[in-house]
């Protein structure tokens, strides 16, 4: 059984910087896929970047240039730097593990972690 536990979020002011943790058990995490997922109220939830298990990456348009996805084999670990946070970051992020990518795009797994709560706000 896959289980993953997200860490690192908060309350930051706009321009500010978080890095969010996702540990993985139970998963051949290195021959996985991972991503970080987002919602905010009211709106579904969105893909934010994901990572493959050779470490290509790829990122939402809205993130492009101020998050950065990452992996630590050793560790199980994804994590998500986020720079420069807007207003509009704020949500509850969730990490997804071992998703399948059909025509370059990442379609999640059932493998869910309990999230982490962003808020960005002055």
């Known amino acids: 059984q896959v289980q993953l536990v997200e860490s690192g979020g908060g309350l930051v002011q706009p321009g500010g910087s978080l890095k969010l943790s996702c540990a993985v058990s139970?998963?051949?995490?290195?021959?996985?896929?991972m991503a970080w997922y987002r919602q905010a109220p009211g709106r579904e939830r969105e893909l934010v970047a994901d990572i493959s298990s050779g470490g290509s990456t790829s990122y939402a348009d809205s993130v492009k240039g101020r998050f950065t996805i990452s992996r630590d084999n050793a560790k199980n670990t994804v994590y998500l730097q986020m720079n420069s946070l807007k207003p509009e970051d704020t949500a509850v992020y969730y990490c997804?593990?071992?998703?399948?990518?059909?025509?370059?795009?990442?379609?999640?797994?059932?493998?869910w972690g309990q999230g982490t709560q962003v808020t960005v706000s002055s």
């Open positions: 997804n593990a071992e998703g399948a990518y059909r025509r370059q795009t990442y379609y999640p797994s059932t493998n």
């Open positions: 139970g998963s051949m995490f290195s021959r996985n896929a």
